[in-house]
């Protein structure tokens, strides 16, 4: 059973910078794109960085030069600098497709 926690989220004010990570366990990744997404209220939930099997990491418009994603084994990590308010969401990462479960997220705020 494949499991996946995220971590790192909280409360920062514009501009700050938060690290996330997740762990992802049950399952061997090492040939899977994973990818970051995000779900802020009211919204569906979008993707916001791709990592692919080729050890690149892409990224949509709106995070690109804020975002960097890394990876190491069964952990990737999002470090986001540069923080907006509508950057506030909560966090997942997950395969790409994703798998059946999710994690419970890291609910990341920007706000003054």
């Known amino acids: 059973q494949v499991q996946l926690v995220e971590s790192g989220g909280g409360l920062v004010q514009p501009g700050g910078s938060l690290r996330l990570s997740c762990v992802v366990s049950?399952?061997?990744?090492?040939?899977?794109?994973m990818g970051w997404y995000r779900q802020a209220p009211g919204d569906t939930r979008e993707l916001v960085a791709t990592?692919?099997?080729?050890?690149t990491i892409t990224y949509t418009n709106s995070v690109k030069g804020r975002f960097t994603g890394s990876r190491d084994k069964n952990t990737l990590y999002l470090q986001m600098n540069s923080l907006k308010p509508e950057d506030t969401a909560v966090y997942y990462c997950?395969?790409?497709?994703?798998?059946?479960?999710w994690g419970q997220g890291t609910q990341v705020t920007v706000s003054s």
């Open positions: 997950n395969k790409i497709p994703p798998f059946d479960v």
């Open positions: 049950g399952s061997d990744i090492s040939r899977d794109f």
């Open positions: 990592f692919t099997i080729f050890n």
